[in-house]
């Protein structure tokens, strides 16, 4: 038995030492094992994820149906009290639509919450569905209760109400019988604070009206026949409040209980609400904790395969960067070193073994180049020192016709130096004469500058005392046609005054007629019109002192009216003058406006002379320094010119002594 263990473990070394996996074999496997780990991991990781979906889509299906089911529940008691506050078939047909859409939502939730455990809170469906049927039960009898009363004034019992009390009204209303129909008028008071206040006093203080109705009946002189006819009716009308009434009431019961079962619901299913929200909420944190899982197991995988994927790289960087420092050394010309990995048998041994041949070839040709290279840069010094001779001699007959070119041209600058130093000289003087010569004639043109400003000033003076003049007239002129504008008012005021006093004067001549008419009746009422009489002699001869003193105004009134319009006239005249006499002062103005503009003119052209006289004088002074600057330049252009003819010779001594330097060489 140990021999044949023996015989495999020899087997498995060789089998070991033969079987070599080559690099791309083992890329080819790391990427393969991380490509199929990962896929793993995430295959695993969306069946979860799928499963957790599921989950959550049934919760929030579920959260909907609860929701859904509450606000149905909500609308519905709206719509009750809606149909509390004014009854209508539409309330009833809308809350039977909610109920039934809130019984299909119910449905859906029971049959969601089977698989639930029995202690779970959406497990309580069954007690909510028999609160919702009471529910119901109680809109129903609240519905059965107002169709007795009636939805409006002219169903149930309401029309039946309304209808007995309208006959008893008509009826009595055909009879004189105020106390009665007080006592009608109160009855109907007590049927309407029962109809808004629901209180039962207010029945009790009916029954009292309705007694005291019938006693006062029996009292009135009415036939026999009518009040049997009223009692009828007031009986009618009394069993008609009595069943209203006692609808009323159950109404009111109704109401209130269905608002206590509306109410006892709420708790069970605002429970129901927070149950499906608490399941929605785990579901959804048990996909996030899922979804952090798979994140966390994928990032770990492509860790693991990161670090084993940089480990061989690292042992596959190394091995090349040991291979490239031995192919520097080799390119440095080191042929002596062993390249690494030479006893490898895979992509980096065949690498290693090709450098290795790479080495002995280079060495081969290293040597063959050497031979060449001597042999060529004995050849090619023979060739450089023939071609330096020949670039010599070029060279010493271009240089020496350069050196001839640059003597002839200094000695023709160093006349034409003398020349213009000459030149310089003479501009000096004649700029000299010609600046003394500006400079008196600037003086003249200044002091015709200084007259011409002085005199415009002056036209200046009087253009403004004129204009002064003007402005005043103008003034004038205008209080002139204020003060005619005032005199208008006063002859328009008077003219009114005098309307006034025709008015005046027309009720004095009314009150005189009325006076005497008033004497005249007086007359003929005898002794009784007696004071009557003294009172219209009073009235007309107070008329007559009225009619005297409006005369009297009007004089005086026409007076102003005519003394008015004579100094109106004379305004307007004085208007007229001062016009006029505006009229020349602005003639003369815009004259001595003229005179000042051509004056300023001549003072600005006589200025604008001055300064161009100075301008010449200060371009004189600049042609003087100019001439001046020219001289100096030009006497050292003269001694340049003498300098580089000197070293023009000193050059072509010191070209021969090159190219006697390179021949040799």
């Known amino acids: ?209 309705i007694d005291e109705f019938g006693e006062m009946l029996a009292a009135s002189d009415m036939s026999a026949a009518v009040k049997a006819e009223l009692a009828t009716l007031i009986k009618s009308y009394n069993a008609s409040f009595l069943a209203f009434s006692v609808s009323q009431s159950t109404l009111n019961d109704e109401a209130a209980d269905f608002v206590t079962v509306y109410q006892r619901n709420r708790p069970a299913l605002d429970a129901l609400i927070k149950a499906a929200e608490d399941r929605y909420q785990a579901s959804e944190a048990n996909a996030v904790e899922l979804r952090k899982a798979l994140a966390w197991a994928i990032g770990g995988a492509t860790l693991c395969i990161g670090i084993l994927a940089l480990l061989f790289g690292q042992r596959i960087a190394g091995m090349i960067a040991r291979m490239t420092g031995a192919m520097q050394k080799l390119a440095a010309g080191d042929f002596e070193l062993v390249l690494p990995g030479l006893g490898r048998h895979d992509e980096l041994g065949e690498m290693a073994r090709a450098v290795e041949h790479f080495k002995a070839v280079s060495q081969q040709r290293a040597r063959d180049e050497v031979d060449a290279k001597i042999q060529h840069d004995a050849i090619l010094a023979q060739r450089r020192r023939a071609d330096m001779n020949r670039l010599a001699d070029g060279f010493e007959v271009a240089i020496g016709e350069i050196i001839e070119g640059v003597s002839s041209a200094s000695i023709r600058l160093e006349q034409s130096a003398g020349s213009l130093t000459a030149t310089a000289e003479r501009s000096q003087e004649l700029a000299s004469a010609v600046a003394a010569a500006s400079g008196e004639v600037t003086t003249k043109v200044q002091s015709v500058a200084a007259s011409a400003e002085q005199m415009a000033s002056s036209v200046d003076e009087i253009g403004r005392q004129i204009r002064q003049s003007a402005a005043i007239a103008a003034k004038a002129a205008e209080q002139t046609r204020r003060t005619n504008d005032h005199v208008g008012e006063l002859a328009k005021a008077g003219s009114r005054i005098g309307h006034i006093v025709e008015l005046i004067t027309t009720i004095a001549k009314q009150t005189n007629l009325l006076a005497l008419n008033a004497t005249i009746e007086a007359a003929r009422a005898g002794e009784a019109g007696r004071g009557f009489s003294v009172v219209a002699l009073e009235v007309k001869a107070l008329a007559a002192q009225t009619a005297r003193a409006t005369d009297e105004i009007n004089e005086h009134v026409g007076g102003i009216q005519a003394a008015t319009t004579q100094s109106s006239d004379s305004i307007k005249e004085i208007s007229d003058t001062i016009g006029q006499m505006s009229a020349i002062s602005t003639t003369i103005a815009r004259a001595v406006e003229q005179q000042g503009s051509a004056t300023a003119q001549i003072s600005r052209n006589v200025q604008q002379a001055a300064q161009d006289t100075q301008n010449v004088g200060a371009s004189v002074t600049d042609v003087q320094r100019g001439a001046t600057a020219t001289g100096a330049a030009s006497s050292q252009v003269f001694s340049e010119a003498r300098s580089l003819s000197s070293e023009s010779a000193r050059l072509k001594a010191e070209v021969g002594k090159f190219l006697g330097s390179v021949r040799a060489a």
């Not at 990962?38 to 609860?66: E, M, N, P, W, Y």
């Not at 809109?139 to 004034?153: D, H, I, R």
């Not at 009665?180 to 209180?199: A, C, I, P, Q, V």
């Open 1 to 209: 038995m140990f021999t044949l263990r023996g015989r495999l473990a020899g087997l498995s070394g060789k089998l070991a030492r033969h079987i070599r996996l080559g690099l791309r074999v083992q890329i080819a496997l790391l990427g393969i094992v991380g490509v199929l780990l990962t896929g793993a991991i995430c295959l695993f990781g969306l069946k979860l994820a799928d499963t957790a979906q599921q989950q959550s889509a049934q919760r929030i299906a579920l959260r909907a149906h609860v929701v859904e089911l509450s606000a149905n529940y909500l609308e519905a008691g709206l719509i009750g009290t809606a149909f509390l506050r004014k009854p209508d078939d539409k309330l009833i047909a809308d809350h039977k639509a909610v109920v039934s859409s809130a019984h299909l939502h119910l449905d859906a939730i029971e049959k969601m919450v089977e698989p639930f455990d029995d202690g779970d809170p959406l497990k309580q469906t069954s007690a909510l569905r028999s609160g919702f049927n009471l529910y119901l039960t109680r809109f129903q009898n609240l519905v059965s209760a107002q169709q007795v009363l009636g939805f409006n004034e002219n169903q149930g019992l309401q029309g039946k109400l309304r209808a007995t009390v309208h006959q008893v009204e008509s009826r009595l209303a055909e009879f004189d019988q105020p106390r009665l129909s007080n006592l009608m008028l109160m009855m109907r008071r007590h049927e309407k604070d029962f109809m808004l206040r629901g209180d039962e006093k207010y029945t009790v203080q009916f029954d009292k009206r």
